[in-house]
Nanobody, 123 residues
Framework: QVQLVESGGGLVQAGGSLRLSCAAS????????MAWYRQTPGKQRELVAS???????YYPDSVPGRFTISRDNAKNTIYLQMNSLKPEDTAVYYC?????????????????WGQGTHVTVPS
């Protein structure tokens, strides 16, 4: 009933930029915090950035200052602007929503994930 769909990934040369999008589909009434994670083979999924409904953002110290998360509540969409990309940014990027209220019955959905979008920065 509620899906998160990422887009915007691809292959980009080092130093380039990408803007990822994650749109929540369905009859949605509220989404709390949303976030971007990334994962490379053999490693745990790591938090890249998170944003509250009110727009407060958080970036782990391990994430470079080249990334910016933003949000459009009217579109139920978050974005990740990635600049000056490096080969070490190569990963599958996932969108997460921690709590969603959706549907005619105002059902609660917790810890939703998208299918991921690939970002490749060749060395």
């Amino acid at each position: 009933q509620v899906q998160l769909v990422e887009s915007g990934g691809g292959l980009v040369q080092a130093g380039g930029s990408l803007r990822l999008s994650c749109a929540a589909s369905g009859k949605i009434f509220n989404i709390n915090a949303m976030a971007w994670y990334r994962q490379t083979p053999g490693k745990q999924r790591e938090l890249v950035a998170s944003i509250t409904r009110g727009g407060s953002t958080y970036y782990p110290d391990s994430v470079p200052g080249r990334f910016t998360i933003s949000r459009d509540n009217a579109k139920n969409t978050i974005y990740l602007q990635m600049n000056s990309l490096k080969p070490e940014d190569t990963a599958v990027y996932y969108c997460n929503a921690d709590h969603v209220v959706a549907g005619d019955d105002f059902r609660n959905f917790d810890d939703l994930w998208g299918q991921g979008t690939h970002v490749t920065v060749p060395s």
